[in-house]
């Protein structure tokens, strides 16, 4: 699937519910969205899109946190992370774990 069209259906499926940026970096999409979304946003990548799961990274900065959940796609050189943020108090996110293998 072109970058493109996954951009396109990501809209579709999250209207007004998510954000995406392409210009992050080289062959590179970020989908921002709330922390309550961000299970579904990643099992929809993994189980039906087929984007592997590369890893989690968590930064704490000055007032929340921001996490990125990283994704790699077949074939070509594409890479979509899906970024959540919560203020600092807020501790507890929900897993991807059981919805992604090898998350979290």
Not at 44 to 51: A, D, E, I, R
Request: hydrophobic share 45%; aromatic share 10%.
């Amino acid at each position: 699937m072109k970058m493109k069209e996954l951009i396109d259906q990501a809209l579709t499926r999250w209207p007004d519910n998510i954000e995406i940026d392409s210009n992050i970096a080289p062959n590179t999409v970020e989908l921002f969205c709330r922390p309550e979304l961000v299970p579904g946003v990643c099992d929809w990548l993994f189980n039906q899109q087929g984007y592997h799961f590369a890893g989690l990274i968590v930064e704490e900065n000055s007032n929340q946190w921001d996490l990125f959940y990283l994704f790699v796609g077949r074939g070509e050189m594409e890479r979509i992370q899906v970024r959540t943020s919560a203020p600092l108090a807020e501790l507890l996110f929900q897993s991807v774990s059981r919805l992604v293998h090898a998350a979290d």
